[in-house]
C-alpha cells in the first residue's frame, strides 16, 4: 500500500527535487521571496504558544503597568462598605491638629500627606474644631477609611482603594422651613427678640442688616418695632441650623427701614440701594452708653463746659473696637490725653478716631478693613471709667456719627433689578401677611 510520503532528514526525496527543479527555474527576485515567507513561517512554528505563555505570566502584572479601564466606575457606596469595618472615633482636643489626632491613632505621616491631597479633605480636615469627632475605619487592623461629619447636612468620606485613594462628599436633604418673628421694643431691642423668640445668632444677625442706617446702642428707643421672615436647616425632621434672613424691616423712632436678600446673597433695599455702606454707624456693641453727643457736654473729669465732639461707647474692658469703614491707619499711639488710641484716614474726606483703648492691635500705615477689630476698649488716658470715645470728622469737621449722612455704595444693576423688584414685592406682601395675622390675634 502506498503511504503517504514522508521526507527523509537528507531532503533527497523526489518531492524534494522536484520542487528544487521548480526553484531554479524561477526568476532570482521570486526565489529570494519564497526563501524569506519560508524563513518566517519556520520562526511563527518555534514561537510559544499562547497557552504556553500564560503559564509563564500567571503571577499578575504590578498595578502600576496596567492600563485604565475605558470605563470609570464610581467608587463604591461607603454605607455599605462601613458595615465590613471597625470604627474608632478620635475627639479633636484643644489645640489640635490633624497631624497630632493622626499621631494618637498610630497612623504615619506618608498616610496623612496622601490624604491632605485631597481637594475635599484637603480643603475641610484643616479647618477642625476642638469637640468635633473624626472617625478611623479599619479592615483586619489595617485602616482602610475615614468619616468626618463637616455639618448636620454634610459628611466627607475618605476609602482605601484598588487604585488608591477616594473621597466623597455625601449630603443629606435640608428642609427649609420658614419662621416669622414680629415685636414692639419697650425696654431693649435684645429683650424684645428673644421674647419673639429669635436666638441670640439670629438676633446678631438682624442687627447687622441695620448696622448701617442705625446704632443699635444708642438709637433704639421705646415704641421702635421689628418684623422678621427667615429659613431654618431642618435634617430628618430635626434642627439643623440657621438659616438665612429673607426679608426683614425695622422702625426706628419714625424711620421705616428694609432689607431684602436677593439671589446674590447680599441685602437691598426696595429700591435697589444695598444695605452695606460706607461705614458702620457704631463702631462697638454693648449695653450701655455714658453720654450722647452733645457740643455743650461737662466734661467728666474737669467739671468744665466742654465741647464733646464724639460718642461715648461704655462696654467691659477688652471689648473689641471694629473700624467702622475701610483706610488705612492713620495714627496709633499713646498720649496722656487719649490714651491709646487709633486714627483711621478713609478717604481725603472721611476720618475716624478711636480712644481710651486698652490695647490697640493695629499700626501706623497699616491698611484696614470695615469691622475689623483694631483695639480693645479700656480706660487709659483722662477717663473716669471704662469706655471707647468715638469721633467721626468729615473734611476736618466733627459730625455726630449717629446722623451724618454717610456715602452710598453702589446700588444693584439695571438688568438685575426686574427680577428683584418681583422678589421684594413677594417678600414685603408675605412679611404684611404675618404681621396683619399676628396682630389680629392679640
Not at 442688616?209 to 429659613?231: C, K, N
Request: charged fraction near 20%; glycine fraction near 8%.
Amino acid at each position: 500500500m502506498n503511504g503517504p510520503i514522508i521526507p527523509s532528514s537528507n531532503g533527497n526525496t523526489p518531492v524534494s527535487r522536484r520542487v528544487r527543479a521548480l526553484l531554479a527555474r524561477l526568476p532570482r527576485p521570486h526565489r529570494a521571496g519564497i526563501a524569506a515567507l519560508g524563513a518566517l513561517v519556520c520562526l511563527l512554528l518555534l514561537l510559544p504558544s499562547s497557552t504556553q505563555l500564560a503559564a509563564q505570566h500567571s503571577t499578575p502584572l504590578p498595578l502600576a503597568t496596567r492600563l485604565p479601564l475605558p470605563l470609570k466606575l464610581p467608587p463604591a457606596t461607603p454605607t455599605e462598605d462601613a458595615k465590613a469595618l471597625e470604627w474608632r472615633a478620635f475627639e479633636v482636643a484643644s489645640g489640635d491638629s490633624l497631624a497630632r489626632l493622626f499621631d494618637r491613632a498610630e497612623l504615619s505621616p506618608a498616610l496623612l500627606h496622601r490624604i491632605t491631597q485631597l481637594e475635599q479633605a484637603g480643603q475641610r480636615l484643616v479647618k477642625i474644631l476642638p469637640g468635633q469627632v473624626i472617625e478611623l475605619g479599619y479592615r483586619d487592623g489595617q485602616w482602610a477609611a475615614l468619616r468626618y461629619q463637616v455639618d448636620a447636612t454634610e459628611t466627607l468620606w475618605v476609602q482605601e482603594q484598588e487604585g488608591g485613594l477616594t473621597e466623597r462628599l455625601e449630603q443629606v436633604a435640608v428642609e427649609k422651613r420658614q419662621h416669622f418673628a414680629s415685636a414692639e421694643i419697650t425696654s431693649n431691642f435684645w429683650n424684645a427678640a428673644t421674647a419673639a423668640g429669635m436666638t441670640p445668632n439670629q438676633i446678631m444677625r438682624l442687627a447687622g442688616l441695620f448696622g448701617w442706617d442705625v446704632d443699635f446702642a444708642l438709637d433704639i428707643r421705646a415704641g421702635d418695632r421689628f418684623a422678621v421672615l427667615w429659613e431654618d436647616d431642618y435634617v430628618n425632621g430635626h434642627f439643623a441650623g440657621d438659616g438665612d434672613i429673607l426679608v426683614a424691616e425695622f422702625v426706628n423712632q419714625g424711620t421705616v427701614f428694609r432689607a431684602i436678600r436677593h439671589d446674590d446673597g447680599h441685602y437691598y433695599a426696595p429700591d435697589g440701594q444695598p444695605m452695606k455702606k460706607a461705614f458702620l454707624r457704631a463702631p462697638v456693641q454693648f449695653n450701655y452708653v455714658s453720654s450722647n453727643f452733645n457740643p455743650r457736654r461737662l466734661h467728666p473729669v474737669t467739671g468744665r463746659v466742654r465741647a464733646h465732639n464724639g460718642t461715648d461707647y461704655v462696654a467691659p474692658v477688652g471689648t473689641p473696637i471694629m473700624a467702622a469703614g475701610d483706610g488705612v491707619v492713620l495714627q496709633s499711639g499713646y498720649t496722656n490725653l487719649n490714651g491709646h488710641y487709633v486714627v483711621i484716614q478713609h478717604s481725603s474726606t472721611y476720618v475716624t478716631k478711636y480712644l481710651h483703648l486698652s490695647k490697640r492691635l493695629v499700626k501706623k500705615g497699616q491698611r484696614v478693613k470695615q469691622g475689623q477689630t483694631i483695639g480693645r476698649l479700656g480706660a487709659t488716658g483722662r477717663v473716669t471709667g471704662a469706655h471707647l470715645h468715638y469721633e467721626f470728622l468729615v473734611n476736618g469737621v466733627h459730625r455726630n456719627p449717629r446722623t451724618v449722612k454717610l456715602p452710598e455704595s453702589k446700588p444693584l444693576a439695571a438688568a438685575e433689578r426686574p427680577a428683584f423688584t418681583q422678589l421684594s414685592d413677594t417678600l414685603l406682601k408675605q412679611l404684611a401677611h404675618r404681621q396683619a395675622i399676628q396682630l389680629a390675634m392679640q
